[in-house]
């Protein structure tokens, strides 16, 4: 999971600059890209966390 937040990021902003992203009703899709990202880490990290004896 951490790694998919990793990865989220720096592709959504590659795609942001290469015009691929778009707006979704006002909200720039990068922003949701970022939030998924970011949440997709710390989801991550918290079930990391459980994983420890």
Known sequence: MQIVGLVALPVGM????TGQLGRAGGLSQLLIVMVFGFAAFYLGRVLEGYAQP
């Open 14 to 17: 590659l795609m942001e600059l």
